[in-house]
């Protein structure tokens, strides 16, 4: 269960309403006030009650009207059924809940092209609300300020810290894996609002599918295991069966665009290789044809593997093989070299080295790039052309 600090307090607009209660009938009994503020997600001590009535808090806020008091009584309760939550008073939390679910849904919703997008930046949505009701409940005032005065719109709106800024405060709750997960989507997200993407959803779906898993993590750590998701829907984002021969269609009709490629590169490239396999960042299922004696182990759909394990050890590595490979263009290699001190090592000298050696023809040194006419090249080519200048180091020096 979830720690809270400043949780379990009234909020002004609760307060007022209850200043008006009090005024309403005087000889009004504390408990029965109580019970209107009291639910499954917060409660509040009935001294709450008998402090307000006694003038020893709250003495700046005022008294509601008396057609608010009936407003309130009106909508009384205002309780999600399914949670428990109060959609005034928890109105950060519930949006944060339906704005992941819309996102689930968007994605797996049928006819859609871009659903990649369209996840993306309502997922975004949804984890900016989840943090800031932890700010919140935290107490944590997280208002853009200048030398202490709240920042705010053209249209006089409170300016919020966005998600950014959220993941990166010295008091935020997440994981370094779930944290660079966000931070990598953040930049898609920037790519896809500034430019056109085309289809995305094969080379960043291993990063959505986390997202989904690390919200609701997050969700049920920080707030309570009552809030998860699965209770509302199941979290997977799709489940496709592909043969050897429709994977490599797909392979070869992905088009990335380029400044996607280059960001997902530059992203990637800067984390270490324990980094990318953290299931926070990129979740990925493995699934491995097995042939078995027993005719009723044989038709198992999924075949559980404990972890640490031999067999998760190698399916890993057979992961990050396959999947999260580094990839290198032509110019990024040349730019190693000449940082390398090999300042003489040109993109001619490049072109030579891996004609002469035929080295488009080893799967192992590289492969085509996501878009046409393209090639990239794999961390043990780079091996080699630091082999050969070195050992021509006279003429690349």
Not at 49 to 63: F, N, P, Q, T, V
Not at 244 to 270: D, V, W, Y
Request: hydrophobic share 40%.
């Amino acid at each position: 269960m979830a720690v809270r600090k400043r949780g379990n307090t009234l909020e002004k607009w609760e307060v007022a309403i209850i200043k008006a209660m009090i005024a309403e009938n005087a000889r009004s009994n504390d408990q029965d006030i109580l019970a209107y503020f009291t639910r499954p997600s917060r409660s509040i001590n009935h001294r709450a009650i008998a402090e307000i009535r006694k003038d020893l808090k709250h003495k700046g806020i005022r008294a509601a009207t008396s057609t608010e008091l009936d407003e309130f009584r009106a909508t009384w309760p205002d309780i999600d059924l399914q949670t428990g939550l109060s959609t005034r008073g928890d109105e950060l939390l519930l949006k944060a809940r339906e704005a992941m679910i819309a996102a689930i849904n968007t994605f797996n919703g049928l006819g859609l092209t871009f659903r990649s997008e369209l996840f993306i930046v309502t997922a975004m949505i949804a984890w900016t609300y989840l943090m800031h009701a932890w700010f919140k409940q935290r107490g944590i005032d997280y208002r853009y300020k200048v030398r202490g005065q709240v920042q705010r719109t053209r249209n006089g709106a409170e300016m919020y810290w966005e998600l950014g800024h959220c993941v990166r405060h010295d008091k935020c709750p997440l994981p370094r894996g779930v944290v660079q997960n966000l931070e990598f989507l953040l930049e898609l997200r920037h790519e896809i609002e500034h430019k056109s993407t085309s289809r995305i959803d094969e080379a960043v779906s291993a990063k959505l599918q986390a997202c989904c898993i690390n919200f609701n993590d997050a969700l049920t750590q920080l707030f309570g295991r009552h809030y998860a998701l699965e209770k509302r829907m199941p979290i997977a984002l799709q489940l496709v069966t592909f043969n050897t021969e429709q994977r490599e269609l797909l392979k070869r009709a992905s088009n990335l665009p380029q400044h996607i490629e280059t960001m997902m590169t530059i992203f990637q490239g800067a984390m270490t290789e324990e980094e990318q396999m953290d299931p926070r960042f990129a979740y990925r299922v493995a699934f491995v044809p097995k042939v078995r004696n027993r005719a009723s182990g044989a038709d198992l759909a999924i075949d559980f593997v404990k972890e640490g394990s031999e067999e998760a050890r190698n399916i890993a590595r057979v992961l990050l093989k396959e999947v999260d490979k580094k990839r290198f263009t032509a110019g990024q290699i040349v730019k190693l070299m000449q940082k390398e001190g090999f300042s003489k090592f040109d993109m001619h000298q490049h072109t030579m080295l891996w004609k002469k050696l035929n080295a488009r023809k080893e799967e192992v040194y590289g492969g085509p790039g996501p878009y046409r006419n393209t090639w990239l090249w794999f961390e043990p080519w780079i091996a080699r052309v630091r082999e050969h200048c070195t050992s021509n180091k006279s003429q690349f020096a």
